[in-house]
């Protein structure tokens, strides 16, 4: 068992959607995550950052983190073509770089 | 924030090669990351480098294979040597600012043919 999975997708939505990304880990000790955005033929750019459990939200962002349950969540509201790229969930135990273990990316596209 | 670029943007290299991959910062940095991503897989670490000390490998990777060089705060190299078809695959370059930010350049791809 891999110590994050995520869908790889690819996901297809229109315009305006709500988009919904999620990742789940097995690895209780994770206390930093985060979410990268990367558009091809670039490097992974943070998006999102949690620490332990709870919300966060930036402009059409949102993370969500249940410790509980091991499962993470990136919703991206009103999408945009823009938004069109594959999203990375990442975790790690500490700051710092460390051990920063990252999900296989979800691949989205947002129909205009 | 880091920016940061990588030398060269792309390759194509025959088999039993060797290709140094450069990546320079915009600000001096204790630590800096070298990724592999093979495609529709995560990024996998290869090596932590440190300014002034032997790099740091990751189960699977040795430096036979991948050699790092750190001369300074701001640069660092990975060698891929003895290229195989295998060891296709993007190259990333990152380091960390800020405390936990973690930034990546653009990729190196590389074809082994």
């Known amino acids: 068992q891999k110590e994050v999975e995520q869908d790889p997708g690819p996901l297809s939505v229109p315009e305006g959607a709500i988009v919904s990304l999620n990742c789940t880990y097995s690895n209780s000790a994770f206390q930093y995550f985060m979410w990268y955005r990367q558009y091809s033929r670039k490097g992974p750019e943070l998006l999102m950052y949690t620490y332990s459990s709870g919300n966060k939200e930036d402009g059409r962002f949102t993370a969500q983190v249940d410790k509980s349950s091991k499962y993470i969540s990136l919703f991206i509201r009103d999408s945009q073509p823009s938004d069109s790229a594959t999203y990375l969930c990442a975790m790690t135990p500490a700051a710092g770089g460390f051990k920063t273990i990252f999900g296989a990316g979800t691949r989205l596209f947002v129909k205009a | 924030s880091a920016v940061i670029s990588q030398k060269p943007s792309r390759d194509i290299c025959q088999r039993g090669t060797s290709l140094t991959i450069q990546c320079q910062v915009d600000?001096?940095?204790?630590?800096m990351f070298w990724y592999r991503q093979q495609p529709g897989q995560s990024l996998t670490l290869i090596a932590t480098?440190?300014?002034?000390?032997?790099?740091?490998?990751e189960s699977g990777f040795v430096i036979d294979k991948f050699p790092i060089s750190r001369p300074n705060l701001t640069f660092s190299t990975l060698t891929v040597s003895n290229m195989s078809p295998e060891d296709s695959s993007i190259y990333l370059c990152?380091?960390?600012?800020?405390?936990?930010?973690?930034?990546f350049g653009p990729g190196t791809r590389l074809t082994v043919t």
């Open positions: 600000s001096q940095v204790t630590m």
């Open positions: 990152s380091v960390v600012a800020g405390g936990y930010e973690q930034y």
């Open positions: 480098a440190n300014q002034g000390s032997e790099a740091t490998y």
